[in-house]
């Protein structure tokens, strides 16, 4: 396990900036990729818990939603990037996105791809709930994979185990993997951190990185943050009794590294 400080400029490589909860900024040479972009301080019933992330300097090329949860797809946030980007969208959300103007969206169901120049997202099965609630629509969630120039890059959204997780994607060189929620307790269709361990075990990234932690929390329901970096340092210290070859990356909300090539 490594904890890593704020990035430093100046690297080369593929660079991941870990903006809190689901929503990554990655640089992958070829194309710049937004995730489930959650950029505000509220939504809903839930309140930022860690610093307000500053948003990418410039569009992304591309935007990926993995389903219609509202704090893995929040609209005010998505209408600040979407617009200028490729966006890619569960299959079976497009009259949604339509609805909010969003009507340039790219639907794509597993095993489905969608090339932008050098880079190329492919998406994945997810076990996890794609109903927004509280009255739908529902659309199924999905993860993806991102291939450019020969390096491959897992986002699995959030999702439980499932079968054809073992190699998916291989060889991984990163895996952004959910190890927890976003309250108390997890429901079904999650991963905990012993079963994004067990994930790891399955991808064999050469790094992987938690998200879906200590970042977003229930209004009223305070922990400390030893608390909230709980879920990450377990999943850490999971991979590593398990003698896997995979180097775990903690980033504190707001930080970022470059993986060399």
């Known amino acids: 396990m490594t904890d890593v400080p704020p990035l ?12 809190g909860h689901s929503t990554f900024a ?21 309140r ?3 610093p307000r992330p500053a948003p990418p300097p410039r569009p992304p090329t591309v935007v990926l939603v993995s389903h219609l949860h509202h704090d893995h797809l929040d609209l005010p946030s998505l209408a600040g990037w979407a617009l200028q980007s490729v966006l890619l969208v569960p299959r079976g959300s497009e009259r949604l996105f339509r609805r909010h103007g969003f009507s340039h969206a790219v639907p794509l169901g597993p095993g489905e791809a969608h090339r932008v ?21 529902t659309a199924e969630a999905v993860g993806y994979v991102l291939e450019a120039r020969g390096h491959r890059v897992y986002f699995a959204g959030d999702t439980d185990l499932f079968a054809s997780m073992r190699g998916l994607g291989a060889p991984l060189d990163l895996a952004l993997l ?33 998200m879906h ?3 977003l929390g229930v209004i009223g329901f305070w922990q400390r943050p030893a608390q909230r ?29 470059t993986l060399v090539e």
Do not use: C, N, Q
């Open 26 to 46: 990655l640089d992958l040479g070829a194309a710049t990729v937004l995730t489930d972009p959650v950029l505000r301080s509220r939504v809903l019933f839930l």
């Open 117 to 137: 120049g050098e880079l190329t997202v492919t998406a994945t099965p997810a076990r996890h709930s794609g109903r927004r609630e509280p009255f739908g629509p």
């Open 229 to 257: 970096r709980g879920p990450a340092r377990a999943f850490a210290a999971g991979v590593w009794r398990r003698g896997l070859p995979t180097d775990v990356r903690v980033l504190a909300p707001g930080t970022g590294l």
């Open 213 to 215: 932690w200590g970042s």
């Open 8 to 19: 430093a400029p100046g690297h080369g490589g593929t660079t991941v900036r870990f903006l």
């Open 48 to 50: 930022r818990t860690a």
């Open 178 to 210: 959910p190890v927890w929620g976003w309250g108390p307790r997890l429901g079904a269709g999650h991963l905990d951190p012993v079963r994004a361990a067990e994930a790891v075990a399955r991808l064999r990234p050469r790094v992987a990185i938690p």
